[in-house]
């Protein structure tokens, strides 16, 4: 990435990490580094396979097939914004309201179950792709069955195609759910033309993605909906082993003022109870009490279950990986190493500092300091130039001013720097989190002042000490 971040800011873009740049650009770009770029059609677009294996299915291959029964199965809802994500999860979950479940579900955890023709569905309720995104990142994979809301007045959005890239990316089978049939303006037709262009043909027309049209604001379609993803569920083996080793995905986790850390898991496999020793990421402890979705207290949640916890010592990433372990003093073993690794990883990356970066320039043929400098205003800014200029007239060695500006230290900034072998320097200004953040994997040296005499002084001494050997 900091190749062609350098690219793009030679061609004048100063372009981030996560920047989308359009063909023409990233074709000049990918020419300057020797690659010719064609222009694909979205009906070519391929999606790249990651071939990943979620971590709780790698464990799950541990267990015998006989010990292995049908769980229900773990949906999550995916879909371009305002197409009607949460609307359809409250309609999903207003089902069993409907059929008189005592006192509704009113409390959102982060996952919750309904009940359809007898056999359990658990879905993921946090929509949005941040939570299956997360999951995705670290390995572990919540669910079995993706259903994607498009709005049949809106049609296929980026955020549309993002999702099925994801679901297709983790192997997840596909449902779409046609929603705001009820709009004058729905043309589901069009819509499934447009989906069909993506791959996903509807069964209609010989495809293989069940597709239904729904309302989620007038509740029409729910139960078709939810048959559906019980035939999906069906065609493919969702199963674990309720007596096998505890494993699962942390959902959610939150601290509340009177209980402590509060985690909604989701247990693939296994079957969690009250009291166990879990490890979740870098947070443990002994489950203290635990409560189904509906803020009922249990005793046991077997694969498929999501529950909220109370117990754990810290607060746990969702997306983490939790499993039973023997017991307390295991739980704090198991921490205790992992934050130990996590600091000697942190610890191994070499952070280039301004002495250091001179010592190389010493070493090597580099005849040029290269600085990114950040004032708080231009008053300050310009002395400084103007000093560092003069520094040039004197030294053998050159400084280079690569960018000058008024303002904190940010992202772009770090990536000047990265891309071009510059240390960044900041006068009476901080720099933001994600700067800094980045500046720490990059390995990028930032350093800040506040009386420009200090900042003029270091540079000046380090140059110093960069022609030292030759006296
Ligand atoms: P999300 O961003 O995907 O979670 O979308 P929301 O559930 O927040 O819905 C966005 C908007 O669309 C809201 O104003 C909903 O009331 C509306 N909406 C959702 N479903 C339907 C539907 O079936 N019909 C109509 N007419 N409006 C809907």
Do not use: C
């Not at 979205?42 to 990651?50: A, Q």
């Not at 197409?83 to 479940?101: F, N, P, S």
């Amino acid at each position: 990435p900091i190749q062609v971040i350098k690219i793009l800011m030679a061609n004048g873009v100063m372009a981030n990490i996560n920047q989308l740049v359009d063909f023409d650009t990233a074709a000049i770009v990918a020419s300057e580094m020797g690659f010719e770029a064609s222009l694909e059609t979205p009906e070519e677009e391929e999606v790249k396979e990651t071939g990943e294996i979620p971590l709780w299915r790698k464990m799950l291959a541990d267990e015998k097939d006989a010990d292995l029964s049908s769980r229900a199965p773990v949906v999550t809802i995916l879909g371009h914004v305002d197409h009607g994500k949460t609307t359809l999860l409250d309609a999903i979950r207003h089902t069993q309201v409907a059929e008189g479940e005592a006192g509704g579900i009113t409390q959102h955890i982060g996952a919750y179950q309904v009940e359809h023709n007898g056999r359990e569905i658990t879905f993921l309720d946090t929509p949005g792709h941040a939570a299956f995104t997360a999951m995705r990142a670290r390995g572990a994979q919540g669910a079995d069955i993706v259903v994607l809301v498009v709005a049949v007045n809106d049609g296929v959005m980026p955020q549309t195609k993002e999702a099925i890239n994801h679901a297709r990316a983790a192997k997840v089978p596909i449902i779409v759910a046609l929603n705001k049939i009820d709009r004058p303006d729905a043309n589901p037709e069009f819509v499934k033309k447009q989906l069909g262009e993506l791959g996903l043909v509807p069964d209609e027309w010989d495809g293989d993605t069940i597709m239904v049209p729904v309302s989620a604001k007038q509740k029409i379609g729910i139960e078709d909906l939810l048959e559906a993803i019980l035939l999906v569920a069906d065609s493919t083996s969702i199963r674990a082993n309720p007596a096998g080793k505890v494993v699962g995905t942390v959902i959610e986790a939150e601290i509340d003022r009177s209980k402590g850390v509060m985690t909604t898991l989701l247990v693939q496999n296994g079957t969690l109870q009250a009291g166990d020793a879990i490890v979740a990421g870098m947070a443990g402890g002994k489950i203290r009490a635990m409560f189904d979705f509906r803020g009922k207290r249990i005793r046991k949640a077997g694969p498929s279950t999501p529950v909220q916890i109370m117990g754990l010592s810290d607060v746990p990433n969702a997306g983490d990986i939790f499993e039973v372990v023997a017991n307390e003093k295991e739980v704090r073993a198991i921490v205790e190493e992992r934050k130990q690794k996590e600091k000697d990883r942190k610890g191994s990356i070499k952070r280039a500092s301004l002495e250091e970066l001179f010592a190389n320039f010493q070493s090597g043929t580099t005849q040029e300091l290269k600085l990114i400098v950040k004032a708080d205003v231009q008053g300050s800014l310009e002395p400084i130039t103007n000093s560092l200029d003069d520094l040039n007239k004197q030294q053998s060695i050159k400084v280079s001013i690569l960018h000058a500006e008024t303002g904190n230290i940010t992202e772009s900034d770090i990536m000047l720097a990265a891309a071009s072998d510059a240390v960044v320097i900041g006068f009476n200004v901080d720099a933001d989190a994600a700067a800094r953040r980045l500046a720490e994997t990059e390995e990028v040296s930032v350093r800040v002042y506040n009386i420009i005499y200090r900042l003029i002084e270091d540079i000046e001494k380090a140059l110093k000490g960069m022609l030292e050997p030759e006296y």
